[in-house]
C-alpha cells in the first residue's frame, strides 16, 4: 500500500516538472559513470575517491587497497583469507559494496569478502562514508564502497599490462583494453591472482599452513552513443575464485572455498529537455562451495540469482534544483544445500531532491520506502547540508535512517530460518568540516550512529535461529588530510587518515570486540622525472577480543609499512619497472588472533602502456 | 578434686594424641602428587581462537588457578581450540580439542606437557582408558546419522595410533565390565549403543533402545542411558532390564545422566531433576533450576560428585564465565570464575 501511495506522488511530480523548461546538461558527464548519485545526492557526506594511479600502487585485493587509503578497519583471517570491514565500528553487513551503482553484498552472508574483490579492473573506487541506505540499499550503515568504471568518449586506444611477481610465488597480473572514440567506449580487462601463500610466521618455527588462493576476473564496460540524447551501456564482470582457509595447528582438517559471481547490467540513457532518464536491468549470480575437507569430494553449496529493474529519472527543475526519482524491483532466486529453494521480491520507490541555493549552500534531501512481504521495511531518509562559510572552509551536516536487512541464510536456513524478522535499523547524523588551503585539504568528520534490532543466532530449543536483539551505538571521528607540492619537476603528494571509534554494545556498555579505538594511515609518494617513490603506513589501535574487554587477550596494535620504487623506461610508451617491499620493518602482526600476517617480504612490477 | 581434674585432663589430653596416632597410622596421609591433586579440571571449550581454550583447576579448598596448562607449559604447543572434553588414565590426563584434531597428554597431577597425538583423529570428542589403550570416538563432520564415525585406538605406551570404522554415530563412551560402550545417537538421530569389543576391536552387540541416547552411566554393574527415556542395561548379559522409564514430554531434551549415592541426576535446559535408581515414574518437578543469561550455553556442563551438584555455564563464548556448585538438595554453594565456555568437570582425587 504505502509503495503504492509513494508512486503516486512519484509519478505526479514528474508530471508536473515535464512542462518545465528545458536547461542545458553535460551529458557526458551523466554518462560518465552509472552511478550518478555518487556525485550529485553526496554533498553533505565525506567521499575519498581513490583514482587510478592509487589502485595501481597497492597490491590487487580492495582489503589491502583500503586499508592503507582509508579509514575502514578490516580483520584478516590471514592474508588473502575471509576479510570482514569495521567502518565506523559497525559490522561488516554494515558496509555495502557497491559496483558501478549496484549493490553487490551477498545475499547470503549480507556481506562482501573483500578479499573476493579485485582492485584492478575498475577506474576509481569511491569510499562514500556514513548513511546512504535511500540510495544503495541494505547495509548502507557504516559507509558504501564505490567500484566504477568511468566510461569516456575522448579519442584513445590503449594497452595495458600490470604483472607483479614476489614471495610465496604471488603473481598478479592484469592486462586492459580501452578503446574510445566520439561515438563508442569500451574496456575490457583480464585479472589473474594467485599465490602458495605459505609465509613463515615472523619469529616463530611455525608458518601458515593451506593458505593457497588463486582467482580469476573478466570485466567489459561498453558504451554506445545511439545518437545526441541516447545512449546505450553494457558493464559485465566475471569473477572466479578457489582459496583454501589457512589452518592455526597443522592436524586441523583442510578446508576450501570456491565462488563464481557473475555481474551484468544494461542501460540506457535518454536525455529530453530537462529530463535525464536511466533504464537499467542488472543479473547478478553468486554461488559459493564449501569443501569442509579437501581431501573429500563432498561440499555444501549456496546460489542467489539476482534480477533488478531500475529506472532513475531525473528532472533539472531550473534554479539549482534537481530532482531524481528512481524505481526499483528486485528479485533474488536461492536455493543450497541448507536453505530452501525461496523467491524473494522486493519494489522501492525513492525521491531525492536537491537543491543548489546559492554557489555558496547547497542542501539535500531524499527518502525510500520498500515493499515486500519479506519482511516490515522502515521508511527511509537522508537530509543534509552542505555550506561554504568562507574560501577555504566548507561545512557538511548530514542525517539519516538507514537499514541492512535480513539474509537469504537468516530467512530460509534449514533448519532455523526465520521468517519473523525486522531489519536492523540505524538513526545517523554527521558534522564534517572540509578545509581546503593552496596544496592542503583537511577533513574532519564526527559521527554519531545508533542501531537496533541487531540481528544475531541464537538457540531456539535445539535449533539455532535468528532474531533481533542488540542495540548497539557507535561514534567518533576521522580525519583525511591530503598535501600536493610540485616544485620544477619534483613531484610530492602526502595523503593521510585517522579515525577514533567508540562501538559499544547498549546492553554491557562494553567496546566491540576487533573494533580498534585508533587506525591511522599515511601515504607519501614523490616523483621526480621517469622515478617515482612511495611509502605506505598503517597503524592498528589494539582489539579487544573478550566481549568483557578483558585487556588481558587483547591483540596488540602494529604498525605495518611498505615502500615501492620504479622508473620509466619508456619514451611515448610506459614501460615501467619497479620493485616492493611489504611490511618493511618486518612487524610480527596478526589482526585475528593467531592468524600471522606475513614479515617482510618482496615483489617486482612491471607495468607496461602502450 | 583437683588432682582428680588434673589426671582427667592429662588422659583426655593424652586419648587426644593416641586418637591422633593411630588415626595416622591407620590412614596413609594423602600426600599430594602434584600441584594439581585433590581438586578439579573445568575443561572452558572456548571460541574459533587460541586463547580461549583453556583448562581451570578448583582444588578441594576452593583455590582457583586459571588456564593452567599455559601456566605450566608456556612454551609447549598449543591444546588446539574447541576442547571438547578431557579423560584420565592412572598418571595421565588426556586433552581433547575436536578443531585440532588432536590430544594433549599431560601429568595428571602437575599438568606437565608430555607428548601431542595428533593421528588419526577427525573431529575427536570423547575418550576412555581401558588396558593401557584409549579409545576415542571421532564425529568426522558432524552428519547426524552419520555412518563415517569412528572409534582411534591408542597405544598408551608409544601413542601409535589406529582407526576402527564404527559404520554409526559415535559419541559419548565408557569401560564398564571388559567392553567399551558406545552411545550412538547425536542432534536427533541414531536410537542405539554398540558394545565394542577391545580384546578384536570390533563391535559385540548394537542394543536397540528406541529413543536417541544423550548420556549413559554405570552403577552397580547396570549401564544406565538417558534421552527422552531412561533404559537400564544389564551389563552382563547386554540386555535391557525391562521398558525403559519414559520422561514427561516436556523433559524430552534431558540432558547430562550422573549417578551418585544410587540417585540418578540428570538435567532440562536450566533445571536439575533426580530420581532413583530403582524409581519406575520419573518426577515431574524439578530439584531446583538455575538461573542463566547464557543465550547457548545454560546448563553447557554438569556433573554431581560426592555431596555436591556442579553446573557450568557457557556464557556468550567470548568472556570469561562461571561454574556453580549445590548441595544436593539444591542449595547454591559456591560460584567460581572460569574461562571462555566451560563444558565439563573432571575430578582430580
Not at chain 1, 562514500?128 to 568504471?149: D, E, F, K, Q
Not at chain 1, 577514533?500 to 622525472?529: G, R
Not at chain 2, 593421528?119 to 584409549?134: E, L, M
Request: charged share 20%.
Amino acid at each position: 500500500m504505502t509503495f503504492r501511495k509513494l508512486y503516486l506522488v512519484v509519478i505526479c511530480l514528474v508530471c508536473q516538472f515535464a512542462l518545465a523548461q528545458k536547461d542545458s546538461v553535460n551529458y557526458l558527464d551523466v554518462v560518465k559513470i552509472s552511478d550518478t548519485q555518487l556525485k550529485n545526492f553526496s554533498n553533505s557526506q565525506s567521499v575519498l575517491k581513490l583514482n587510478d594511479s592509487v589502485i595501481r600502487k597497492n597490491q590487487s585485493s580492495l582489503t589491502s587497497l583500503l586499508n592503507y587509503n582509508s579509514v575502514i578497519y578490516f580483520k584478516e583471517n590471514g592474508l588473502g583469507m575471509v576479510s570482514s570491514p569495521s567502518f565506523r565500528g559497525t559490522t561488516a553487513q554494515q558496509t555495502a559494496v557497491v559496483w558501478n551503482g549496484i549493490n553487490i553484498n551477498s545475499q547470503l552472508t549480507g556481506q562482501t569478502d573483500f578479499n573476493t574483490v579485485g582492485t584492478k579492473d575498475f577506474n576509481s573506487i569511491a569510499v562514500r562514508a556514513g548513511g546512504g541506505s535511500v540510495i544503495y540499499g541494505s547495509g548502507a550503515i557504516g559507509g558504501t564502497i564505490h567500484l566504477n568504471n568511468e566510461l569516456n568518449f575522448n579519442q584513445k586506444l590503449s594497452n595495458e599490462i600490470r604483472v607483479n611477481y614476489g614471495s610465496f610465488n604471488t603473481f598478479a597480473g592484469n592486462y586492459k583494453l580501452s578503446v574510445a572514440n566520439e561515438k563508442v567506449s569500451f574496456q575490457a580487462s583480464i585479472s589473474r591472482n594467485s599465490s602458495d601463500n605459505d609465509y613463515d610466521y615472523v619469529d616463530s618455527k611455525s608458518k601458515n599452513l593451506n593458505g593457497q588462493y588463486h582467482n580469476t576476473s573478466f570485466n567489459t564496460a561498453f558504451a554506445y552513443k545511439i545518437d545526441t540524447n541516447n545512449y546505450l551501456k553494457l558493464y559485465s564482470q566475471f569473477f572466479d575464485s578457489e582459496r583454501h582457509f589457512s589452518l592455526i595447528f597443522p592436524s586441523e582438517t583442510k578446508t576450501k572455498y570456491q565462488d563464481v559471481n557473475t555481474r551484468n547490467l544494461i542501460e540506457w540513457d535518454h536525455f529530453s529537455g530537462r529530463f535525464t532518464s536511466k533504464v537499467k536491468a542488472a543479473a547478478l549470480s553468486e554461488k559459493y562451495k564449501y569443501f569442509g575437507d579437501v581431501s573429500s569430494d563432498f561440499y555444501t553449496y549456496g546460489e542467489v540469482q539476482t534480477f533488478i529493474g531500475k529506472y532513475d529519472l531525473v528532472y533539472d527543475a531550473g534554479n539549482g534544483i534537481k530532482i531524481n526519482t528512481v524505481l526499483d524491483y528486485t528479485q533474488n532466486k536461492g536455493n543450497g544445500s541448507d536453505i530452501s529453494n525461496e523467491k524473494r521480491q522486493i519494489g522501492s520507490g525513492s525521491l531525492l531532491f536537491s537543491h543548489q541555493v546559492t554557489s555558496k549552500l547547497q542542501y539535500e534531501a531524499s527518502l525510500k520506502q520498500e515493499a515486500t512481504n519479506n519482511y516490515n521495511s522502515p521508511l527511509l531518509y537522508s537530509i543534509g547540508v552542505n555550506y561554504e562559510i568562507a574560501d577555504f572552509y566548507r561545512l557538511k551536516l548530514n542525517g539519516s535512517k538507514n537499514f541492512r536487512v535480513p539474509t537469504f541464510n537468516d530467512l530460509y536456513w534449514q533448519p532455523g530460518g526465520n521468517q519473523d524478522l525486522k531489519p536492523e535499523s540505524s538513526y545517523q547524523a554527521e558534522l564534517g568540516n572540509d578545509f581546503h588551503f593552496k596544496d592542503f585539504t583537511l577533513s574532519l568528520t564526527g559521527y554519531y550512529i545508533s542501531i537496533k534490532d541487531m540481528l544475531r543466532w541464537v538457540p531456539k530449543g535445539s535449533e539455532w535461529s535468528p532474531v533481533n536483539t542488540n542495540k548497539v551505538r557507535t561514534y567518533g571521528g576521522e580525519v583525511l588530510a591530503s598535501y600536493t607540492k610540485k616544485l620544477g619537476q619534483h613531484q610530492l603528494a602526502l595523503n593521510g587518515t585517522y579515525a577514533y571509534t567508540i562501538s559499544e554494545d547498549m546492553e554491557m556498555k562494553k567496546q566491540l570486540i576487533y573494533v580498534p579505538y585508533h587506525k591511522s594511515t599515511a601515504a607519501l609518494a614523490y616523483n621526480f622525472k621517469k622515478f617515482s617513490a612511495a611509502y605506505q603506513f598503517l597503524f592498528n589501535g589494539e582489539v579487544f577480543t573478550r566481549s568483557d574487554n578483558n585487556s588481558k587477550y587483547n591483540i596488540d596494535s602494529y604498525m605495518v609499512s611498505n615502500v615501492s620504487v620504479d622508473y620509466d623506461f619508456g619514451k611515448n610508451n610506459t614501460y615501467m619497472l619497479g620493485f616492493q617491499v611489504l611490511n618493511l620493518w618486518n612487524e610480527k602482526y596478526e589482526s585475528v588472533e593467531s592468524r600471522y600476517l606475513p614479515g617482510r617480504n618482496f615483489n617486482i612490477y612491471l607495468n607496461l602502456k602502450f | 578434686m583437683k588432682k582428680l581434674n588434673s589426671i582427667f585432663w592429662a588422659f583426655a589430653v593424652s586419648s587426644l594424641f593416641l586418637i591422633s596416632c593411630s588415626s595416622d597410622d591407620n590412614n596413609v596421609p594423602d600426600v599430594p602428587l602434584g600441584a594439581y591433586d585433590n581438586g578439579l579440571f573445568v575443561v572452558n571449550e572456548g571460541n574459533s581462537t587460541v586463547t580461549t581454550a583453556s583448562i581451570t583447576f578448583i582444588s578441594n579448598s576452593g583455590q582457583v588457578e586459571q588456564d593452567v596448562f599455559r601456566t605450566v607449559n608456556p612454551t609447549a604447543i598449543g591444546t588446539g581450540t574447541y576442547l571438547q572434553s578431557l579423560f584420565f588414565d592412572d598418571t595421565r590426563a588426556f586433552i581433547i580439542s575436536g578443531d585440532a584434531n588432536k590430544i594433549t597428554v599431560v601429568d595428571r597431577y602437575t599438568f606437565k606437557f608430555i607428548a601431542t597425538i595428533d593421528t588419526d583423529f577427525d573431529s575427536p570428542r570423547y575418550g576412555v582408558v581401558f588396558n593401557g589403550k584409549a579409545y576415542v570416538t571421532n564425529a568426522v563432520d558432524f552428519t547426524p546419522g552419520g555412518n563415517n564415525n569412528f572409534v582411534t585406538v591408542i597405544d598408551l605406551s608409544n601413542y601409535s595410533t589406529s582407526k576402527v570404522a564404527l559404520n554409526r554415530t559415535a559419541e559419548k563412551i565408557t569401560a564398564e565390565n571388559g567392553k567399551i560402550y558406545i552411545s550412538n545417537g547425536y542432534y536427533g538421530v541414531g536410537t542405539t549403543v554398540s558394545v565394542f569389543n577391545p580384546v578384536n576391536n570390533t563391535i559385540d552387540k548394537v542394543i536397540e533402545l528406541g529413543y536417541v541416547p544423550d548420556s549413559f552411566e554405570e552403577d552397580n554393574g547396570v549401564l544406565y542411558v538417558l534421552g527422552s527415556k531412561i533404559a537400564k542395561i544389564n551389563l552382563t548379559t547386554n540386555e535391557m532390564i525391562g521398558a525403559p522409564v519414559a520422561l514427561p514430554a516436556v523433559q524430552n531434551d534431558a540432558k547430562n545422566l550422573n549417578i551418585e549415592g544410587g540417585k540418578m541426576y540428570y538435567t532440562v535446559d536450566t533445571s536439575v531433576y533426580a530420581m532413583s535408581e530403582n524409581a519406575t515414574t520419573a518426577p515431574t518437578t524439578a530439584l531446583f533450576s538455575y538461573v542463566s543469561n547464557s543465550d547457548f550455553g545454560a546448563m553447557y556442563g554438569f556433573a554431581v560428585n560426592g555431596d555436591r551438584i556442579y553446573i557450568a555455564d557457557g556464557g556468550d563464548f567470548s568472556s570469561d564465565s562461571k561454574i556453580f556448585t549445590y548441595t544436593l538438595t539444591g542449595t547454591l554453594d559456591k560460584t567460581f570464575n572460569v574461562g571462555v565456555g566451560p563444558n565439563g568437570f573432571y575430578f582430580n582425587d
